[in-house]
């Protein structure tokens, strides 16, 4: 039976090129899955994830590779290869969820290479949700993960002995893990990626639609650079940093993790999309709310949601301009494109 026609619309989403248009062809909606990422370091996650849809697998299968793929990219600044705490030592965060409502979470890990993998073994095998720090390392190396030695990687070295000079915790737009601490200060728009042209970002969420229809996402950091010991984002927080409900969508974002917990952001973009709206415009209107609750401030920081609804249309939406993302399908390869912001 021949499948109903759909098409993944961009709404006025602009590729990393000069060219720009409003609706993209992707093919027969039942059968062409799909799969976006935060920032264009999205790319490495996509690719991560597209094989396993791309034969027929699912999403949740995709979007744990997606970051495992990440996570082993020692030059992204998401995994063991991030910026520490202000004591010098590396924790990360995760969450992933599935098209039933099954998710599993990690917060405060230390020297486990994937917790990513970690929160899914979480999901798969316990009646909890989320184990944080000791709790979840004893977790994860009693599920077979190796405790890594905990060294920072070279990169994480140098920034964190440059970040000591000053011992200032200034998180920048777009760079919130100020891998560049000489990019400025407060309120400072730096570049997307390093001098090297590796990626720059302390967050990597992933979102994808298999060929079944189903929908999972996941979301997975190191957290904000040089952050107080213990602090913990949005990033593993069900509804916050991530959020998937299979008869509407599914939603994950980037950027100053407060600002996103205080508005549950991910889960209030999707109930914007229950009652009816396109992604992009569920995307703005979550990130109005969040620059509505003090405009002065929301000019310091950045916050961007992506969103995947069932129908295979994807939108995004953020505070401040330099937000990115990547969307991988059958006629799409590694596609990267800003979003649109409240502040140009």
């Given at each position: 039976?021949?499948?109903?026609?759909?098409?993944?619309?961009l709404?006025?989403f602009?590729?990393?090129?000069?060219f720009?248009?409003?609706?993209?062809?992707v093919?027969?909606?039942?059968?062409?899955p799909?799969?976006?990422?935060t920032?264009?370091?999205?790319?490495?996650a996509?690719?991560?994830a597209?094989?396993?849809?791309?034969?027929?697998?699912?999403?949740?299968d995709?979007?744990e590779?997606a970051?495992?793929?990440?996570?082993n990219?020692?030059?992204?600044c998401?995994?063991?290869g991030?910026?520490?705490d202000?004591?010098?030592?590396?924790?990360?965060?995760?969450c992933?969820?599935?098209?039933?409502?099954n998710?599993?979470?990690?917060a405060?890990?230390?020297?486990?290479?994937?917790?990513?993998?970690?929160a899914?073994?979480?999901?798969?095998?316990t009646?909890?949700?989320?184990?944080?720090?000791?709790?979840?390392?004893?977790?994860a190396?009693?599920?077979?993960?190796?405790?890594?030695?905990g060294k920072l990687?070279?990169?994480?070295?140098?920034?964190?002995?440059?970040?000591?000079?000053k011992s200032?915790?200034?998180?920048?737009?777009?760079?919130?893990?100020q891998?560049?601490?000489d990019?400025?200060?407060?309120?400072?728009?730096?570049?997307?990626k390093?001098?090297?042209?590796t990626p720059?970002?302390?967050?990597?969420?992933t979102?994808?639609?298999d060929?079944?229809?189903?929908?999972?996402?996941?979301c997975?950091?190191?957290?904000m650079?040089?952050?107080?010991?213990g602090?913990?984002g949005?990033?593993?927080?069900?509804?916050?940093?991530?959020?998937?409900?299979?008869?509407?969508g599914?939603?994950?974002c980037?950027g100053?993790?407060?600002?996103v917990?205080?508005m549950?952001?991910?889960?209030l973009?999707?109930?914007?999309?229950?009652?009816?709206?396109?992604?992009?415009?569920?995307?703005?209107r979550?990130?109005?709310?969040?620059v509505?609750?003090?405009?002065?401030?929301?000019?310091?920081?950045?916050?961007g949601f992506?969103?995947?609804?069932r129908?295979?249309?994807?939108?995004a939406?953020?505070?401040?301009?330099?937000?990115?993302?990547?969307?991988?399908?059958a006629?799409?390869?590694?596609?990267?494109?800003?979003?649109?912001?409240?502040?140009?």
């Amino acid at each position: 039976m021949k499948s109903r026609r759909s098409f993944l619309r961009l709404g006025a989403f602009f590729p990393l090129t000069h060219f720009s248009f409003n609706r993209l062809l992707v093919g027969e909606a039942a059968g062409q899955p799909l799969v976006v990422s935060t920032w264009d370091s999205g790319i490495i996650a996509n690719k991560g994830a597209w094989p396993v849809l791309q034969r027929g697998g699912k999403a949740i299968d995709a979007v744990e590779q997606a970051g495992i793929a990440i996570e082993n990219d020692i030059n992204c600044c998401v995994g063991l290869g991030g910026n520490p705490d202000r004591d010098g030592r590396v924790t990360l965060d995760s969450c992933i969820m599935d098209d039933r409502f099954n998710c599993g979470s990690v917060a405060f890990l230390e020297r486990i290479k994937h917790p990513v993998s970690v929160a899914r073994k979480i999901m798969d095998t316990t009646p909890h949700v989320m184990l944080v720090g000791e709790g979840a390392q004893q977790f994860a190396v009693e599920n077979g993960f190796v405790l890594e030695s905990g060294k920072l990687s070279a990169g994480a070295q140098k920034t964190y002995r440059k970040w000591l000079e000053k011992s200032e915790y200034k998180p920048i737009i777009n760079v919130e893990n100020q891998k560049r601490p000489d990019a400025g200060g407060k309120g400072v728009f730096a570049p997307n990626k390093l001098d090297d042209g590796t990626p720059n970002h302390d967050t990597m969420g992933t979102v994808a639609l298999d060929a079944a229809g189903n929908l999972s996402g996941m979301c997975t950091t190191s957290g904000m650079g040089f952050k107080m010991r213990g602090r913990v984002g949005d990033s593993p927080i069900i509804g916050a940093g991530l959020y998937v409900d299979n008869e509407v969508g599914a939603v994950t974002c980037s950027g100053q993790g407060e600002e996103v917990i205080r508005m549950c952001g991910s889960h209030l973009v999707v109930e914007f999309m229950r009652q009816g709206l396109a992604p992009k415009e569920a995307c703005r209107r979550a990130i109005e709310r969040i620059v509505k609750r003090d405009p002065l401030r929301a000019k310091e920081f950045q916050v961007g949601f992506i969103a995947l609804n069932r129908q295979g249309e994807v939108g995004a939406f953020s505070v401040q301009p330099g937000f990115s993302y990547t969307i991988t399908s059958a006629t799409v390869s590694h596609q990267v494109y800003k979003s649109e912001s409240y502040f140009s």
